[in-house]
């Protein structure tokens, strides 16, 4: 194995480790999300409880699109053409 194979080997495990992080984030936020969820609609009406879940459903689909089109570009270096996709 020579240094450049190794190089690019460490290249692709710090690419690996950088995606695993970012995704674990990812999957942490939606957690807290549903806990949140969760909380408001214990402190709610029960008829209330459709207008909370929509609110939270609304909120985090601004959060995935305004990620798309510019947290992916300051996370990963890239430009806001791409739209992270």
Known sequence: ????DLEERIEELEH???TFFVLWGACQVF???VGFSMLEIG????NCTINVLMKN???VTISVITWGLVGD???FGGSADSLGI
């Open 1 to 4: 194995m020579s240094a450049i």
């Open 16 to 18: 690996s480790i950088d």
């Open 31 to 33: 957690f807290m999300q």
């Open 43 to 46: 402190c709610v009406q029960s």
């Open 57 to 59: 459903i609304f909120d």
């Open 73 to 75: 570009a300051m996370a």
